[in-house]
Nanobody
């Protein structure tokens, strides 16, 4: 089994902070990429940040300088946290975690998505 679980999110005032966490666990051989995407009402899903296995980070321009991602690779468990500071109303969206997993059991290659967590920035 390979499992992906998201946590965090909620309601915050503009300028506030929130932290999201995504954990992949189970029969993991490797995870090349983990990422956070978001989808605002009436809009398509967009990349927020991609974190490679080597720790290379690729942020969307709209969140650079405000959001910070960190990745922790342990045996059979990989987590990516997203610290979101200086939040704006336009950051309101459902945030989804993604993981490209190579598993030790069949099927080997898996693309996992979380169910999404709501982030609402409003006064």
């Amino acid at each position: 089994q390979v499992r992906l679980a998201e946590s965090g999110g909620g309601l915050v005032e503009p300028g506030g902070s929130l932290r999201l966490s995504c954990a992949v666990s189970g029969a993991i051989l490797s995870i090349n990429d983990m990422a956070w995407y978001r989808q605002a009402p009436g809009k398509g899903r967009e990349l927020v940040v991609d974190v490679s296995e080597g720790g290379r980070l690729n942020y969307a321009d709209s969140v650079k300088g405000r959001f910070t991602a960190s990745r922790d690779d342990a045996k059979n468990r990989v987590t990516v946290d997203l610290q979101m500071n200086a939040l704006r109303p336009e950051d309101t969206a459902v945030y989804y975690c993604y993981a490209g997993v190579v598993s030790t059991i069949l099927p080997r290659n898996r693309e996992l998505w979380g169910q999404g967590v709501q982030v609402t920035v409003s006064s």
